[in-house]
């Protein structure tokens, strides 16, 4: 069962426009949703991560947006650049005990320049 | 500070063979994990480590996988006997284990494991 789906599977935006993935969980445990970027080769990379006591997070050009009634939430890449291309997995996982991250598939992200 | 450091990147074994992978942890990190990551798909957990004690390891194919974490420190993940379908990424992650953002997890770059 996959505890978090994300969508689009692939994504094309043009320089400087607005890339946006969405994610929607099923755990109502989960209490803690970080955002990974992997370049080719690379193993995922940290982004950006928000707890569920907040709606929104913001760290420069990356958003991430949370609607915890609604079990979903959402990367927002502002003035995307081609440096952004990469595949973007948002994750869940709980804050304690077993506390491993349930990953979506993934959003593989193109920025045309 | 020195990232996750796992070896080999890249393994090529026929099935039926044995093969090991090796993580070191950033120092200090008492959370240890290892994910297998399918072509084109996110990554799972195999198991997790809470220093050297086995916290899930629900999702490991006991039959053929084991790890260890000897001292609570580095790790090894062991494949025997290897199938085709065990072709993968294998990636191993590590994180505090304590503190309000003790879940943030800082992977290795993996290593790519090739079945033939």
């Known amino acids: 069962q996959q505890q978090v789906k994300q969508s689009p599977q692939s994504l094309i935006v043009q320089k400087g426009g607005i890339s946006i993935i969405n994610c929607a969980y099923e755990n109502t445990a989960f209490d803690y949703f970080p955002w990974y970027q992997q370049f080719p080769g690379k193993g995922p990379a940290l982004l950006i991560a928000i707890r569920p006591d907040v709606s929104e997070k913001k760290e420069g050009r990356f958003t991430i947006s949370f609607n915890k009634s609604a079990k979903q939430f959402s990367l927002h890449i502002m003035d995307s650049q081609p440096g952004d291309s990469a595949t973007y997995f948002c994750?869940?996982?709980?804050?304690?005990?077993?506390?491993?991250?349930?990953f979506g598939t993934g959003t593989r992200l193109t920025v045309i320049p | 500070e020195a990232g996750v450091a796992q070896s080999p990147r890249y393994k090529i074994i026929e099935k039926r063979q044995s093969v090991a992978f090796w993580c070191n942890p950033i120092s200090g990190h008492a959370t240890l994990y290892w994910y297998q990551q399918i072509l084109g798909q996110g990554p799972k957990l195999l198991i997790q480590?809470?220093?050297?004690?086995?916290?899930?390891d629900s999702q490991l194919p006991k039959d053929r996988f084991s790890a260890e974490r000897l001292k609570g420190v580095d790790s090894t993940l062991k494949i025997q006997p290897a199938k085709l379908e065990d072709s993968a990424v294998y990636l191993c992650?590590?994180?505090?284990?304590?503190?309000?953002?003790?879940?943030?997890?800082?992977f290795g770059q993996g290593t790519r494991l090739t079945v033939v």
């Open positions: 992650a590590s994180s505090l284990g304590r503190g309000v953002w003790g879940t943030e997890a800082f």
């Open positions: 994750a869940a996982s709980r804050l304690t005990g077993a506390n491993n991250l349930f």
């Open positions: 480590f809470q220093n050297n004690g086995v916290v899930d």
